[in-house]
């Protein structure tokens, strides 16, 4: 990570195809601000036109081009990033007519990603979708290869690692597959393990910085990275979290998403993501202060749907309701509209989720003899029970609770 007074002048360039909306492009810029700043640098200008499609030689026309050069020089930049993917030839062409370093997008958030990465798999998955995509810019680096190991676009494979050969880079890519298959079936051992009478397991989703993991420490009272930051979570986080006096929920909290997140990070990131069908129920914890709300709220169900994890039930968590936009519209129901910072709406936050919960489980009567104390603390601890009737005159405890349905 840079230090504040080593923070890299970045030039952002992008081109508005006729597949991008005003909405959509002018989400996509306000991003990439944020994104280097997450990353350590400092964007200094951004230079925009509106193509049909990109310029397959340099992105931009050859007028911009003039201008960006003229820029570089005025305002001593460091560091182009472009907004469009770019393919190795142009990356090499803008490198070589700039003479200054030049990634796109996705080499940004994975630059990002390797910052954020904790965990063994963590890394491994970061490191997996870095090599996969600079597989084909190995040849003719250039600039890029010479300053790899300092700045943003160069965390994670090192120098040496990413000058050897492409066979060498493929054995690395298939290493690295290899143990993340051997962590991945470690994982669902210990899955199935406790599938049977586990805990019922929420999940909480959403665009980056929705404030997934704010809401995570308020409802489970404990402690954990929150920053107003993008990619602040990376390595999912479980915290046992109580409803009605109920320990048997989980609650975990995953990566965000992001709009066109990197297919390479999807690839890579896909059995983590995946673990999600396993959920009971899925919080997509939605930012309702930001005037992007709606593009927000559609990239990630359609990553869900391309998970094809979209059959799992959903509850909306409008937060931010403090400073929500006044053009802020709940459009998905059922919802819940928070604070994470109010303790009210935390509590009606939580009798939502066991309304949501008890409507997606399956609803049973069971009778147990009043000297079963085994029985019914077993039922507490793996069921919900919503009651629990005394009868004098058999000596018995009537139970009605819901259980997790049969998965199919």
């Given at each position: 990570?840079?230090?504040?007074?080593?923070?890299?002048r970045?030039?952002?360039?992008?081109?508005?195809?006729?597949e991008?909306?005003?909405?959509?492009?002018?989400?996509?810029?306000?991003?990439?601000?944020?994104l280097?700043?997450?990353?350590?640098?400092?964007?200094?200008?951004?230079?925009?036109?509106?193509?049909?499609?990109?310029?397959?030689r340099?992105?931009?026309?050859?007028?911009?081009?003039?201008?960006?050069?003229?820029?570089?020089?005025?305002?001593?930049?460091?560091?182009?990033?472009?907004?469009?993917?770019?393919?190795p030839?142009?990356?090499?062409?803008?490198?070589?007519?700039?003479?200054?370093?030049?990634?796109?997008?996705?080499q940004?958030i994975?630059?990002?990603?390797?910052?954020?990465?904790?965990?063994?798999?963590?890394?491994?998955?970061?490191?997996?979708a870095?090599y996969?995509?600079?597989?084909?810019?190995l040849?003719?680096?250039?600039?890029?290869?010479?300053?790899?190991?300092?700045?943003i676009?160069?965390?994670?494979?090192?120098?040496?690692?990413?000058?050897?050969?492409?066979?060498?880079?493929?054995?690395?890519?298939?290493?690295?597959?290899?143990?993340?298959?051997?962590?991945?079936?470690?994982?669902?051992r210990?899955?199935q393990?406790?599938?049977?009478?586990g805990?019922?397991n929420?999940?909480?989703?959403?665009?980056?910085?929705?404030?997934?993991?704010?809401?995570l420490?308020?409802?489970?009272?404990?402690?954990?990275?929150?920053?107003?930051?993008l990619?602040?979570?990376?390595?999912?986080?479980?915290?046992?979290?109580?409803?009605?006096?109920?320990?048997?929920?989980?609650?975990?909290?995953?990566?965000?998403?992001?709009?066109?997140?990197?297919?390479?990070?999807?690839?890579?990131?896909?059995?983590t993501?995946?673990?999600?069908?396993?959920?009971?129920?899925l919080?997509?914890?939605?930012?309702s202060?930001d005037s992007?709300?709606?593009?927000?709220?559609e990239?990630?169900?359609?990553?869900?749907?391309?998970?094809?994890?979209?059959?799992?039930?959903i509850?909306?968590?409008?937060?931010?309701?403090?400073?929500?936009?006044?053009?802020?519209?709940p459009?998905?129901?059922?919802?819940?509209?928070?604070?994470?910072?109010?303790?009210?709406d935390?509590?009606?936050?939580?009798?939502?989720?066991?309304?949501?919960?008890?409507?997606?489980?399956?609803?049973?009567?069971?009778?147990i003899?009043?000297?079963?104390?085994?029985?019914?603390?077993?039922?507490?601890?793996?069921?919900?029970?919503?009651?629990?009737?005394?009868?004098?005159?058999?000596q018995?405890?009537?139970?009605v609770?819901?259980?997790?349905?049969?998965?199919?």
């Amino acid at each position: 990570m840079e230090t504040k007074e080593q923070k890299q002048r970045v030039l952002v360039i992008g081109v508005q195809t006729q597949e991008m909306d005003d909405e959509l492009f002018a989400t996509l810029v306000s991003e990439m601000t944020a994104l280097t700043e997450t990353a350590g640098g400092e964007v200094i200008q951004t230079i925009t036109q509106k193509l049909a499609k990109p310029n397959s030689r340099s992105l931009v026309g050859s007028g911009k081009i003039s201008e960006v050069q003229a820029t570089i020089d005025q305002e001593m930049i460091d560091l182009v990033i472009t907004l469009n993917r770019i393919s190795p030839s142009v990356n090499r062409y803008l490198e070589e007519t700039l003479g200054v370093q030049t990634i796109d997008r996705t080499q940004l958030i994975l630059d990002i990603f390797a910052l954020r990465a904790k965990s063994r798999e963590g890394k491994l998955q970061v490191q997996l979708a870095q090599y996969e995509y600079l597989l084909p810019r190995l040849h003719g680096k250039g600039l890029t290869m010479s300053r790899l190991g300092g700045g943003i676009g160069t965390r994670g494979p090192g120098e040496t690692q990413l000058e050897t050969d492409r066979r060498h880079i493929r054995g690395l890519i298939n290493n690295i597959k290899k143990e993340l298959k051997q962590l991945e079936a470690h994982r669902e051992r210990t899955r199935q393990q406790r599938a049977h009478n586990g805990p019922f397991n929420i999940d909480l989703v959403g665009y980056t910085n929705a404030g997934k993991s704010t809401l995570l420490n308020a409802l489970t009272d404990e402690s954990t990275y929150t920053q107003d930051q993008l990619f602040a979570t990376l390595d999912p986080l479980t915290r046992q979290l109580t409803i009605n006096g109920h320990d048997n929920f989980t609650l975990t909290d995953t990566v965000g998403f992001i709009e066109e997140l990197p297919t390479e990070l999807i690839q890579a990131f896909k059995s983590t993501l995946e673990e999600m069908r396993h959920m009971d129920l899925l919080l997509h914890v939605v930012d309702s202060s930001d005037s992007s709300q709606h593009l927000h709220e559609e990239t990630v169900l359609n990553l869900l749907e391309d998970l094809k994890l979209d059959h799992l039930p959903i509850l909306t968590v409008y937060n931010k309701r403090d400073v929500k936009s006044d053009q802020f519209v709940p459009t998905r129901i059922p919802n819940c509209i928070v604070s994470a910072y109010d303790k009210d709406d935390m509590e009606k936050l939580k009798e939502n989720i066991w309304q949501e919960m008890i409507q997606n489980s399956q609803r049973y009567v069971e009778v147990i003899p009043a000297d079963r104390g085994d029985l019914l603390a077993w039922h507490r601890e793996h069921r919900l029970v919503t009651s629990m009737d005394f009868n004098e005159e058999d000596q018995t405890y009537t139970i009605v609770g819901y259980k997790r349905k049969e998965r199919e």
